[in-house]
């Protein structure tokens, strides 16, 4: 397992951007000054191989700025996977990281935690806690509906409310 003293022999990491680049040529594939590491598919995380082992992009980050790998998970507060910035990634257990979630693909309406009630014919607003549905109510306008997720999740999720 690396430790933060070998990574910043290593690699140099802007906190800004998230991008980390070589200090130290490991390989011939990684010129000093370069962007370290690459896409891993289809999750689209990066990663970088130091020393023989892969790790995870955003670890990496962590470890270089606080000095000790997370124990648990980490989030990244706008789901882009590849965006390392360390003022974008967060410890988080996965509840937390299903909160903070895009719109389904499979959603129809294209609103998070709305759906159409073809028997009531109105809109439906749900919330999920904990693996439980919570109904929100029914709504005439699907704009009532989504402001009645859209304040739930603020109220449960805090920080962590994404609103698709």
């Excluded at 999750?43 to 000790?68: C, M, T």
């Excluded at 507060?77 to 299903?98: C, H, M, V």
């Excluded at 979630?101 to 028997?119: E, I, L, M, P, T």
Aim: with cysteine; charged share 30%.
């Amino acid at each position: 397992m690396i430790t933060q003293g070998r990574l910043k022999e290593v690699l140099d990491y802007n906190k800004e951007t998230g991008i980390f680049t070589w200090k130290l040529r490991l390989s011939n594939r990684g010129l000093v000054g370069e962007r370290a590491g690459s896409f891993i598919k289809p999750h689209n995380y990066r990663e970088i191989g130091i020393d023989s082992i892969s790790y995870l992009e955003h670890r990496l980050a962590w470890l270089y700025v606080y000095g000790v790998f997370p124990e648990g998970e980490l989030d990244h507060k706008d789901n882009t996977p590849y965006n390392n910035s360390i003022l974008n990634i967060r410890e988080a257990d996965r509840f937390q990281q299903t909160r903070n979630c895009r719109v389904s693909k499979n959603n129809k309406c294209g609103v998070k935690g709305v759906s159409w009630r073809n028997d009531k014919k109105k809109w439906r607003a749900v919330i999920y806690l904990n693996g439980k549905q919570k109904h929100l109510g029914y709504f005439t306008d699907k704009e009532y509906a989504r402001k009645a997720y859209c304040d739930a999740a603020d109220m449960y999720f805090r920080e962590f409310a994404n609103h698709g």
